[in-house]
């Protein structure tokens, strides 16, 4: 017996961007809602966000076409960035020197999962479990209630 297919994945490569800087945006939405990714996306001022933002469209296209699924069942469940090829180019400086101009690119890759087709990990994954650390009171410390007054002299 086949297992249902839940993750559909879409892939930018040779996007000229740092990794660096994709990762700052991608780190934002992994785990988040297909629809709260939007949002964020459109709202944050990187330029990184544009080609992220067609990358989860399409890849929320692509879950619509082949899973047939609903784009509000769609959550990101991997987003990664990888460095890609480095075009190098050299700019000629004063006294016949020359300057290197690296321009860096990455690779993309968006993966959405379908919450509805797998509910058992979708539950298991959101349940709520009880925090590890004790319950701690907060203690004020005044420097009059020790009985000691500071003087400033």
């Not at 047939?68 to 469940?77: P, R, T, V």
Request: proline residues 3%; glycine residues 4%.
């Amino acid at each position: 017996m086949r297992k249902k297919k839940t993750e559909v994945y879409a892939l930018g490569r040779h996007i000229s961007i740092s990794a660096d800087k994709a990762r700052r945006v991608i780190d934002q939405i992994r785990g988040r809602s297909y629809e709260e990714t939007l949002m964020i996306l459109e709202l944050m001022p990187y330029r990184a966000c544009y080609p992220i933002f067609k990358l989860v469209y399409s890849a929320a296209t692509n879950a619509c076409s082949i899973l047939g699924s609903d784009e509000a069942n769609l959550i990101i469940s991997k987003a990664e960035v990888n460095e890609g090829t480095t075009a190098k180019k050299f700019k000629p400086r004063a006294r016949g020197r020359s300057y290197a101009i690296k321009r860096t690119t990455c690779h993309i890759t968006i993966v959405v999962k379908d919450i509805s087709l797998d509910e058992y990990e979708f539950v298991s994954l959101y349940s709520l479990k009880k925090p590890r650390w004790k319950k701690t009171t907060m203690v004020y410390h005044d420097m009059y209630s020790s009985g000691v007054v500071w003087d400033k002299k």
